[in-house]
C-alpha cells in the first residue's frame, strides 16, 4: 500500500519535471540566459503580429474608401493618406 502510494508520487514529481525546475534554479546564469531568449521570441513575434495587424487593418481600410461612401469613405482617405505619409 505504502510502496504504491510512493510510487504514484514518484510518477507525479517526474510529471512535473520538478527535477528540471530545480536544476534550473540552481544555475542561475542558464535561468537568466533562457529567459532572455523567452523575451526576444515574445518581442519578435509581438511585432510581427503588429504588423501583420496593421496591414491587414490598412488592406480592409482601403477597400472601404473603394466603396465610395460618402462620409465615411473621406474619412478613412484622409487616415491612409496621413499613414502612407509618414512610412
Known amino acids: 500500500m505504502k510502496e504504491e502510494r510512493v ?5 507525479a514529481l517526474e510529471k512535473a519535471k520538478l527535477g528540471e525546475y530545480v536544476d534550473m534554479m540552481s544555475k542561475p546564469r542558464r535561468l537568466l540566459f533562457m529567459n532572455f531568449v523567452a ?3 515574445r518581442g519578435f513575434g509581438m511585432a510581427v503580429g503588429f504588423t501583420l495587424l496593421g496591414a491587414l ?10 466603396l465610395n461612401l460618402p462620409f465615411i469613405g473621406g474619412f478613412i482617405a484622409e487616415i491612409v493618406k496621413i499613414v502612407q505619409d509618414h512610412l
Open 7 to 11: 510510487e504514484q508520487i514518484a510518477l
Open 39 to 41: 523575451g526576444l521570441a
Open 57 to 66: 487593418a490598412l488592406y480592409f481600410l482601403r477597400m472601404v474608401v473603394m
